[in-house]
């Protein structure tokens, strides 16, 4: 008997999810495959999550759930999280930070709340917090 469990794809999580969920989540994975195509995807915690030098981004759907899951932030929409969100400039507080150290959250209940522009203003963004942290060459 094999006892391993398969680690679903992200899209395999995508199409399990309500369809509202499923909306917003396709939206969001889409601008930011679209404005970082050299970015990673994987599956982490059951949801998607985006790396290049660190984790940048996750999308967190209400209905996938989690310890640290709360009926309330359940209530809040699908969450947009920026992993170094502490570091990025958040001078309309469109990120919160909600007592957390680094990583920064939007909600979105409607996919009609999503501001594309702003989404990739905040991806660009993110990308240029990312790069400062590429591991430099050493010469020998």
């Known amino acids: 008997m094999n006892t391993t469990s398969v680690k679903k794809s992200v899209d395999d999580i995508i199409l399990a999810l ?15 495959l679209e404005c970082l195509p050299y970015i990673t995807e994987k599956n ?4 998607p999550f ?11 759907p209400p209905s996938i759930y989690w310890r640290g899951n709360s009926v309330k932030s359940a ?4 969450t947009f999280g920026f992993c170094q969100g502490n570091l990025m400039s958040n001078d309309d507080g469109a990120l919160l930070a909600e007592g957390r150290k680094h990583v920064y959250c939007m909600y979105i209940k409607h996919a009609k709340e999503i501001d594309e522009a702003k989404i990739r ?7 240029l917090i990312d790069q400062q942290f590429k591991k430099r060459r050493v010469a020998t």
């Open 18 to 32: 309500p369809r509202d969920e499923q909306r917003i989540v396709k939206m969001l994975r889409a601008l930011i």
């Open 75 to 78: 209530s809040k929409g699908v």
């Open 44 to 47: 982490n915690y059951g949801t």
């Open 121 to 127: 203003a905040l991806i660009f963004e993110a990308d």
């Open 50 to 60: 985006y790396t290049r030098n660190r984790m940048m981004f996750f999308i967190w």
